[in-house]
């Protein structure tokens, strides 16, 4: 069983930065392709954030990142990051990280899940 732990949410202005980390133990990491943020408003569906291929560093974002957000992995393949620029209020969710089994990443592919982190961002 994988295990999946967030930190590094937190409370900030409009146009700060945070960045977050997710580490992963108890699995044999090669049988999982990919790791991924994803983020959860009230009231609004889970919808993906990032993935990054553990195998070649291919990062993935979704359009309303905008270049705002970069994914990485640390050279070990068991701890990845989201560092977030220039936050926005609408990116007020809590953040989790997942990971997905074998194969092509889609966001519908993660199929383990941390317990997430909780980002504010005020105006």
């Known amino acids: 069983q994988m295990q999946l732990v967030e930190s590094g949410g937190g409370s900030v202005q409009a146009g700060e930065s945070l960045t977050l980390s997710c580490a992963t133990s108890g699995d044999a990491f090669p049988r999982r392709n990919c790791l991924g943020w994803f983020r959860q408003a009230p009231g609004k569906e889970r919808e993906g954030v990032a993935l990054?291929?553990?195998?070649?560093?291919?990062?993935r974002y979704a359009d309303f990142v905008s270049g705002r957000f970069i994914i990485s992995l640390d050279n070990a393949k068991t701890t990845m990051s989201l560092q977030m620029n220039s936050l926005e209020p609408e990116d007020t969710a809590m953040y989790y990280c997942?990971?997905?089994?074998?194969?092509?990443?889609?966001?519908?592919?993660?199929?383990?899940w941390g317990q997430g982190t909780q980002v504010t961002v005020s105006s």
């Open positions: 997942a990971a997905s089994g074998p194969g092509v990443c889609t966001w519908t592919t993660f199929a383990d």
């Open positions: 990054i291929y553990k195998s070649d560093n291919y990062a």
